[in-house]
């Protein structure tokens, strides 16, 4: 490697990082390079779309089950004052206790199957990511631009999928 500065954009096709056998020196290899890196550009986004939606099925499954649950109510009984309209000083002091010890509480229970799926699903994301990430600090400006192409597609074709 040479001692140049690198803080510019390369327009030569410098080898990428990883691939070191793949030489970027004809405008096929270039062009396939360019097209891997958008490819998985999208599909990292792709990733975080079916997270989401995988993610918000299983809180509507959850929401439902807990509903189904409550459905029936029995209004024979009579089940008082929820709350006294006077409230007494040693309730709410309690209620103030109660609420700062729960700091780190879980949105759910564990559940091992949505977990792994959780993490296999980012840790392919942020692998992802990093090698995206390899491949513009190596300064090529069509890798720059292939990548940013890809978030912007990305975004733009699947981005109502993930609000």
């Given at each position: ?16 990082g990883l691939f ?38 299983w809180r509507l ?103």
């Amino acid at each position: 490697m040479d001692a140049t500065n690198r803080t510019s954009l390369n327009t030569a096709g410098a080898s990428f990082g990883l691939f070191t056998d793949w030489p970027l020196r004809n405008a096929i290899n270039y062009g396939i390079t360019i097209l891997l890196l958008f490819t998985l550009g999208f599909f990292g986004r792709f990733l975080g779309t079916v997270k989401w939606q995988l993610e918000r099925s299983w809180r509507l499954a959850q929401r439902n089950t807990n509903k189904d649950d409550n459905d029936y109510v029995d209004f024979r009984e009579d089940h008082g004052e929820s709350e006294p309209l006077s409230p007494d000083e040693s309730i709410a002091g309690s209620e103030k206790r109660r609420h700062r010890r729960q700091f780190w509480v879980a949105g759910e229970g564990r559940n091992m199957k949505q977990d792994g799926i959780r993490a296999l699903l980012e840790f392919a994301r942020a692998a992802i990511a990093y090698i995206l990430m390899l491949a513009v600090m190596t300064y090529d400006v069509g890798f720059f631009f292939s990548i940013g192409g890809s978030v912007l597609a990305g975004e733009f074709l699947l981005g109502r999928y993930s609000r």
